[in-house]
């Protein structure tokens, strides 16, 4: 069965420090994953997805087939990133329609 | 583009009762995915709306159920609602065709059952 693991429900790290958000996957086909965030008082919203394979606010995420695993990475942590932080798998249902599995998430506090 | 709406913000309701959550897309999306979040959890698919049908639905029991209009917005509905169904409902809109069918999310209806 396609499921997200986030292993890590709360992370805390100091302003300037690495931040890793972990996340693994069980899919059997070709994945398609997504980091979404959810600052306080506001919607869910796609952060990056790995298709792009692009720098958001300087967050990256590499997949890696071999682990399946999709961890979100930023060098350098800013207090604006404190958010809930979600890992989803986007798969293929019936055609021409896809199902978003999400993960449990991760509550990133960065403190001062 | 107001993004995607939903209404109302919050509801209260009590053990038994029916209610009616709404969902107004993203303009340009034709498609309409229905989620429970419960607290502390990630969103849970409910189902999926393209062309005013029911595409996919998740491990949700008949109790729920849904409608997709002309316009493409779209309606949950629970009924016979029990403790267990409170929790946030988030609609999420996407474009068929689109890219990697981004989901677009509302900010979520709060429903209470009491």
């Known amino acids: 069965a396609q499921r997200v693991t986030q292993p890590e429900k709360l992370l805390s790290v100091f302003k300037g420090a690495p931040v890793e958000l972990k996340c693994n996957y069980s899919?059997?086909?070709?994945?398609?994953l997504f980091w979404y965030v959810q600052y306080s008082r506001q919607r869910l919203q796609l952060l990056l997805r790995?298709?792009s394979r692009e720098s958001i606010k300087g967050f990256t995420a590499d997949l890696n087939k071999g682990e399946t695993s999709f961890h979100l990475k930023k060098p350098f942590a800013q207090e604006e990133d404190s958010a809930m932080y979600y890992c989803a798998l986007l798969y293929p249902i019936i055609q021409g329609a896809q199902k978003l599995v999400f993960g449990q998430g991760t509550r990133l506090t960065i403190n001062p | 583009d107001a993004g995607v709406t939903q209404s109302p913000t919050h509801l209260i309701k009590t053990r038994g009762q029916q209610v009616t959550l709404r969902c107004s897309p993203k303009?340009?999306?034709?498609?309409v995915s229905w989620y429970q979040q419960a607290l502390g959890q990630g969103p849970q698919f409910i189902f999926q709306?393209?062309?005013?049908?029911?595409?996919q639905r998740g491990n949700f029991p008949d109790r729920f159920s849904g409608h997709q209009f002309p316009n493409y917005s779209s309606e949950l509905n629970v009924n016979a609602l029990l403790l267990g169904d409170s929790a946030l409902y988030l609609c999420a809109s996407s474009f068929t065709s689109g890219r990697a069918n981004e989901q677009f999310f509302g900010p979520g209806t709060r429903l209470t059952v009491l």
């Open positions: 303009s340009g999306h034709d498609t």
């Open positions: 899919y059997s086909g070709s994945p398609e």
């Open positions: 709306y393209y062309e005013e049908e029911e595409r």
């Open positions: 790995h298709i």
